[in-house]
């Protein structure tokens, strides 16, 4: 099963890049492949927010979408993703926002170290090795493409 896991230091507060990644509505707008977002319905239950939804990945004549339920934990800077349908036969996708350790902050610069995993399997072994290497550049993408959108939004330290 390909499995990714990336961990860097940006220079936005935990606080901003988890919500800049909770906000998944906006995902079409810069996330490699993503070529659309469908919320299905959204529960808050104590601290935490469960949304599920429908993505669909797109590179060139390939098109799927899977349905996703995920769990926003704004308190402890943690998004949880655990998949429920489409084309994999697994999936699970954590993001984590903490502050630095100490010495890797720069003094009067929010910074936060975020740290990305998936874990993922295509249940079709021909979409598998159609998709496989596109999702592999695709997922050592994702954590660039948060930290430029974020500082787009945000503005560059």
Known sequence: MPKFETSHLVTHSPER???????????????????????RGRKAICD?????????????????????????RPKGHEI?????????????????????????ASVGVDMCRVTFYIDYEFRNRMLAGLMGAVFDKAFHKFSTAFEQRADAVYGVA
């Open 80 to 104: 949880l993703v655990e998949y429920l349908d489409g084309p994999f036969k697994h999936l699970e996708n954590r993001w984590t926002f903490n502050n630095p350790d100490e010495g890797e």
């Open 48 to 72: 935490e927010e469960i949304v599920v939804a429908d993505m669909t990945v797109a590179y060139k004549m390939i098109r799927e979408t899977f349905t996703s339920k995920v769990t926003l």
């Open 17 to 39: 890049m988890y919500a800049l990644v909770a906000d998944i509505e906006r995902y079409p707008e810069f996330v490699p492949l993503c070529q659309a977002l469908h919320i």
